[in-house]
C-alpha cells in the first residue's frame, strides 16, 4: 500500500472534501478519526472531546493497534488523531500530514464546536417544558421547540414554521385585534408578557403564559422576538377550580343559620381574607352579635362572651388550635347594643385558605337563646303543674296502657294515702298492687277500654293500701295526649271513705229516723184504737143502750150511763197522754224548764232538776225534752235508780242537757231504738250525744245541741 | 129459741158492751174470746149460730182466723167481722173472706146482726 502524497492531501483540502476523509485517504487508514477538543463544553463542567459532528466522544486512548496524535496550537489542545500503529514507523509522513492539515484542523474545530453548541440548545429546547418560539418582525413563526409544537396541536415542526403565530396560538375572534397590536409594537417589540386562551389544532383548550424580548443585531434593529411561554391551562383550571370551590364554600359559609367565624390560634377574630378586612364570619353570626366589622377582627373572641368563669370556651378554642375538634360548649355572645344572645358552639381547626397561617378555628354555633327561653317556660311550667300535682288533695298517677306505673308518676297525696315510698311505686301494675284484689278485674278492664278509646267516667272502687287498708275511691282515667309513641293514662283518685262513712252515717240515720216516726205512728195509731178509740166505741155502744131501755128501765139506764160517765173520763185522761207523747203542750207554751219539771214530777224516782228558765228555738227545746223524757223513762226501766239529776246549761254557741242517775250502769248506746233514736235527733241538729254507762257506776246521758246565730 | 153468739176481741169493754146490746136485743152470748188461737176449738165445741169477731186480734187478723173457719167442716154458724174502723180500710179483703158481714163497732146492734144472717 502506497501512502498518499502531501500534495495530494492538500488537493484534495482544496477540492473542499471534509477533513477526516482527506486525512484517511492521504494516510491510506480508512478507521482514522478525528475528534476535537472543546475548552468549554456546554453542559459539562469543564472541556471535552467532541466528534467532528459536535457530537460528544470519549477521550482518544492509544492501544489495539491504534495510535494517537494530539494537535496543538499556541499551547492549547486542537484536536487529536486517531490512526493505524503501523503509521508509527513514518512519524515524518504523520508530522507532514498534519502539518498540511493544520489549519483545516483549526477550521474543522470552529465547526464542530459550533454544532455541539447547536446540538445542546436544541436538546435544550426540546426537552425543557417551556415554551420557547422565535417569530420575525412580521409576526412570522421562524422556530419554536416541541413544547410549543405540542401546545398548538401538532407533531411537527415543520406544520407550524413559517406561519404567522397568531394563526397557530390565537383563537380566530382575537387574530384581528392581536396581529394590529403585534404591528403596533414595530419597530422595537420591547419585552411584554401576556396570557392568551386558545383552542388549538386538535381542538384542545389551552391557556399560555408568554414572555417576549426583541433580538438585535449588530446595528441594534430587531431582527427576531424570542417567546418564552409556559402552558398554564392546568394551573388556571385549578385555580379556576379553587376559586369556584372558594365562592362556593364562602356562599355556604354565609347562608348558613348556623353562626361561623375564624379565629386565628391565638384565639382572635380573623379578617375574611388578606385582600377583605371584613371579619373572617359568617352573616348568623354578624346578625346574631350586631358588631362592627372593625370592632372584631383582631379582638380576642373571649372578649365578646358574656363569661368563661369555668374556662370551657377557652379550653375549647385552645383544643381546636391544637388540632382537633372541641366539645360542644354553651356561651352567652355579648351584642354591640349589650344585649346577648345563648349559643351553643364547638371550635374546629380549618385550613387557612389565605395560605397565611398553618391553620385556623373556626368556631361554629348555633343559637339557642328562643331553645333555652322555651326551655324555661317549659321548666317553670312543669315546676307549676308539679306543685299543683303534689298539693292537690286528689290521688294522681301516671299509667300506660297495660296499667304499669311510670317511675316517679305518682304525686305526694298518691304515697301519703296508699302508704307507699316514692320509690317502690314506679313498675308496678296499677290493678294489681293499688286495687283490692275482688275489684282489679274491673279496674283493669276499665283502663283497657280508656285506652282503647272509651269514654272515661268516674267509677267507685276499692283501693287498698301498703299495709291493707281499704279505701274507697272515686276515680277516673283519662288518656294524655301521646309522647314518643307512648300511651299514657292519668288516674285521678278521691279518698271518698270518710264521706262515705258519713254518707252512710246519715241514710241509716235518716232511715232510723224514718222507721222511728214510722214506729211512733204505729204506737200512736195503736194507743188511739187501742185506748180512746176503744172506749169511745164502748160510749157509743153504752149511749144506745141506754136510749133502748130509757123507757122500759130506767134504773139499769142510768146505772149505763154512770158507766158511761167513767169510760169518757178514761177516755179523756188517754187523749191527753197521747197528746202529750205527740208534743207535750206545755213545752209550747211555757218553754223547756216548765216542761221538765212536769217529766221531773212524774217520774216514779227522785229528779233534781236544774235548767235555766229562759226560752230557746222550738227545735232545740224539743230536742232537749226528749232527751231528758226518754233518758227518765229508760231510767224507770231498766236503771233500778233511786234519784237522777237533769242539768241544762247554756254555753257559747251549745246547749248541753245531762241525765245522771244512780242505778246500776251499763247500757248500750249500740243496742235498743232509743238511745239510738235520741243520737239521730241531736245529729239532725248538728249535735252529739255521749253515753257514759260503767257498770254498776249509773248512767250518764249527755247531750250538746248547738244553739244556731 | 135465742140465736146464739160467740164474741172474740181483745178489749174486755167491747165485749161487755156488746154482751149487753145483743143479750138485750134476744140474743144467747155463749162465750167470750180475747184472741185468735182458741176460736176454732170453741165453735167446735159452742157451736154458736154467729161469731162476732174483732178485725184486730193480738195474736192473728180477723181474716185468718176466718180462713181457718172456712176449712173447718164441724162448723155451721156464720161469721161477722167487727172493727172499730171503716169497711173501707180493709179494702176487699173483708169481701173476699167467708165472713157474711162487717160491722163497725160503733154501729153494732142485735138489729143489724139479725139483717146479716137472714
Known sequence: MSRVSISELVVALEDGAPLRDALASALRDDDLAVLYWLEERQGTAGGGWVDPQGHSADEPIAGDGRSVKLVEHDGRHIAAIEYDAALDDEPELLDAVTAAAGLALQNDRLQAELRAEVAFWDTVTNTVPSLLATVDTDGVIRNLNAAAVDVAGHEDKRDVVGRDYWDVFIDAWEREEVRERFAALAPDFPAGEYENT?????????????????????????????????????????????????????TVFDSMPSIMVALAPDGTIRDRDGDDPSVGANRAFKKAVDWPDEQLVGRPFLDILVEDDDGRAARA??????????????????????????????????????????????????????????????????????????????????????????????????????????????????????????????????????????????????????????????????????????????????????????????????????????????????????????????????????????????????????????????????????????????????????????????????????????????????????????????????????????????????????????????????????????????????GTLAVDSPPNGGTTIRAELPLAG | MSPTALIVDDHPSFRASARAVLESEGFDVVGELEDGASVLEAVVALDPDVVLLDVQLPDMSGFDVCALLEDCEARSGRVILVSSRDLADYGDLVESSCACGFVPKGDLSGEVITALLA
Open chain 1, 317 to 686: 378554642i385552645a383544643t381546636a388550635a391544637g388540632g382537633d375538634t372541641s366539645d360542644y360548649v354553651e356561651s352567652a355572645l355579648l351584642s354591640a347594643d349589650g344585649s346577648s344572645r345563648v349559643f351553643v358552639w364547638s371550635a374546629i381547626p380549618i385550613a387557612d385558605v389565605t395560605g397565611r397561617m398553618d391553620h385556623l378555628v373556626l368556631v361554629c354555633g348555633a343559637d339557642i337563646t328562643d331553645r333555652y327561653r322555651l326551655e324555661a317556660e317549659q321548666e317553670r311550667e312543669r315546676a307549676f303543674l308539679y306543685t299543683i300535682a303534689n298539693n292537690a288533695p286528689s290521688l294522681l298517677c301516671l299509667i300506660d296502657e297495660r296499667g304499669v306505673m311510670t317511675e316517679r308518676g305518682a304525686n305526694i297525696a298518691f304515697e301519703h294515702t296508699l302508704e307507699y315510698e316514692p320509690a317502690e311505686i314506679g313498675g308496678q301494675v296499677f290493678w294489681e298492687t293499688f286495687v283490692d284484689p275482688s275489684e282489679a278485674d274491673d279496674v283493669r278492664n276499665a283502663i283497657i277500654g280508656i285506652a282503647a278509646g272509651e269514654m272515661p267516667a268516674e267509677r267507685d272502687n276499692t283501693w287498698t293500701t301498703k299495709t291493707g287498708r281499704r279505701l274507697s275511691m272515686a276515680w277516673t282515667c283519662t288518656p294524655l295526649p301521646r309522647i314518643d309513641e307512648r300511651t299514657l293514662l292519668l288516674v285521678t283518685g278521691i279518698d271518698i271513705t270518710e264521706r262515705k262513712r258519713v254518707d252512710d252515717d246519715l241514710r241509716a240515720s235518716r232511715a232510723r229516723l224514718v222507721r222511728a216516726e214510722e214506729t211512733a205512728r204505729r204506737a200512736l195509731e195503736r194507743n188511739l184504737h187501742d185506748g180512746a178509740q176503744q172506749r169511745l166505741v164502748a160510749l157509743s155502744v153504752a149511749l144506745r143502750l141506754v136510749e133502748t131501755r130509757i123507757d122500759s128501765d130506767p134504773d139499769a139506764a142510768r146505772k149505763v150511763l154512770a158507766g158511761a160517765q167513767i169510760e169518757l173520763g178514761h177516755a179523756l185522761e188517754e187523749l191527753r197522754e197521747l197528746a202529750r207523747g205527740i208534743h207535750p203542750a206545755v213545752l209550747t207554751d211555757r218553754g223547756l224548764r216548765a216542761a221538765l219539771e212536769t217529766l221531773a214530777a212524774r217520774a216514779p224516782f227522785a229528779v233534781e232538776l236544774d235548767a235555766p228558765e229562759e226560752r230557746l228555738s222550738t227545735d232545740v227545746e224539743a230536742a232537749a225534752y226528749y232527751v231528758v223524757a226518754e233518758a227518765l223513762t229508760n231510767v224507770a226501766k231498766y236503771a233500778r235508780a233511786t234519784s237522777a239529776q237533769v242539768t241544762v246549761r247554756r254555753d257559747d254557741g251549745a246547749l248541753t242537757v245531762t241525765v245522771a242517775d244512780d242505778g246500776v250502769g251499763g247500757a248500750d248506746p249500740g243496742k235498743g231504738s232509743g238511745l239510738r233514736g235520741l243520737a239521730d235527733r241531736v245529729a239532725v241538729l248538728d
Open chain 1, 198 to 250: 386558545f383552542v388549538n389544532a386538535r381542538g384542545d383548550r389551552r391557556v399560555v403564559f408568554w414572555r417576549t424580548a426583541p433580538v438585535h443585531d449588530a446595528n441594534g434593529d430587531v431582527v427576531a422576538i424570542v417567546s418564552g411561554g409556559a402552558d398554564i391551562t392546568m394551573r388556571r383550571k385549578r385555580e379556576l377550580e379553587l376559586e369556584r370551590e372558594r365562592d362556593v364554600q364562602t
